[in-house]
């Protein structure tokens, strides 16, 4: 059928119909026509020419034109659609590279084959902008709670029908155990929207914390207008939960208000997520208070508090171990993940025996190198000395505020600590250098002989080496592997080695080899003050 002899109107009545259809921009539809129509306007007059279609939004008259580019005469490749200047001038005056020539050609009939190939032309055009249309509608829409309608089940995972498409439930992002029929309604949490070849994929959650805080912000008013803070929510989904909240309004008790009137704000988020038990605690920026308030029920004696390792220790009685720590660790882990810290629970006794026997260990430190008798010793380790560096090196007066230490025995004290830890020294960068280390790092600056020996005992020898190491291989730190907290040790970590102590180190090893130009580090340093001030100024 030729496109002159059809109703031209029909062309752009059936772009509207499939764009109300598709809910789509009907000039989409239209470039997908016109591209069809190009693509069998290429079959017919040769697959090199390059054939262009018009269509007229107006009358719907579709024009076909055959367009050729000028070229430099060594860039002539394709004789159907590129002609030299030479060439050009019987065509045009004055031709000038890169100009094109524009001529009006015959409409084609469109034939069976092509007829087809144009529809599905037009086929993908409109599937591309559907994606591209339920992309942008719900790539914003992440993060928020949506209801939908359950289409299949396929291997575990849900299908759902969110109105402008199909969302994915995967097995693991549903409660326990967790089954739907076609047709029920869903409450679900768009975790995230991601663009691939196939379309939009939108991927929900009933397991995700994020969850929970969205469904207390539907239900309590006060989190949706920002009096009440949810500062933090940890989840064993279908099971029990804990999530931390703060008011902002001296007037209003957060946590009564998350409750509700006999429970009913909370009991309306369990009943959505099966019956999950939800802890509601107040926040605290004193992180000790707060890990109190997390472990609750569980009554705590003492809290001590490693903020450099992320760590904590709890101290609680014998009676409410089993309490704190929970059914298979539940209670402890909730609260671990919701302040963010790695919690050590010991009882009382626990805890008295470890200090005991640190106690022992320090007092038989300083009777084996100071020779002390031990009830001496026992004294220094009672004033907190616990290390030979401590005695060596504090201040007189320190030392002289110790029952019967006068100051001839503060000064014999500290020349013995000195002597025994020169000798250490010695024997430490002796050992080094027997193992290969080389002068570049035994006179790096910031490095003591027993931090020397145990880089070489970990094959770093040279300063060269020492610039490679990672911050975290000298200073150690904590990774997170399925949820679990992972320490990693660090090289220097039993000498007190901070992450930014050794990332300074490294740093000014790099400067000194040449790696890093030190003018680079203040523009580095200055642009994160700014930054700094900038999020300072913005709170």
Known sequence: MAITSANQLELLQTAEAVAREKMIDPGLVVEAMEESLARAAKSRYGAEMDIRVHIDRKTGRATFTRVRTVVEDEELENYQAEFTVEQAKQYMDAPEVGQEFIEEVPPVEMGRIAAQSAKQVILQKVREAERDRQFEEFKDRAGTIINGLVKREEYGNVIVDVGAGEAILRRNEKIGRESYRPNDRIRVYIKDVRREQR???????????????ELFKMEVPEIYDGIIEIKAVARDPGSRAKIAVISYDGSIDPVGACVGMRGSRVQAVVNELQ??????????EDQPTFLVN????????KVVLDEEAGKIEVVVPEEQLSLAIGRRGQNVRLASQLTGLDIDIMTEEQESARRQAEFELRTKLFVDNLDLDEFFAQLLVSEGFT????????????LLVIDGVDEDTANELQARARD????????????ARSMGVEDSLVEFEGLTPQMIEALAKDDVKTLEDFATCADWELAGGWTTIDGERV???GVLEPFDVSLEEAQD????????LGWVDPADLEAAAEEELEEADAEETEA
């Open 199 to 213: 379309g939009p994929q939108i991927f929900l959650s009933r397991t995700a914390p994020e969850f929970m805080a």
């Open 275 to 284: 019956g999950e038990k939800i802890d509601i605690i107040p926040w605290n």
């Open 294 to 301: 997390a472990l609750q029920p569980a009554e705590v004696s």
């Open 387 to 398: 290390n030979l560096e401590e005695v060596a090196y504090v201040e007189l007066d320190e």
């Open 420 to 431: 025994v830890l020169e000798a250490q020294n010695k024997a430490a960068l002796e050992n």
């Open 487 to 489: 320490k990693d040790d």
């Open 505 to 512: 180190l490294i740093m000014t090893a790099r400067v000194m």
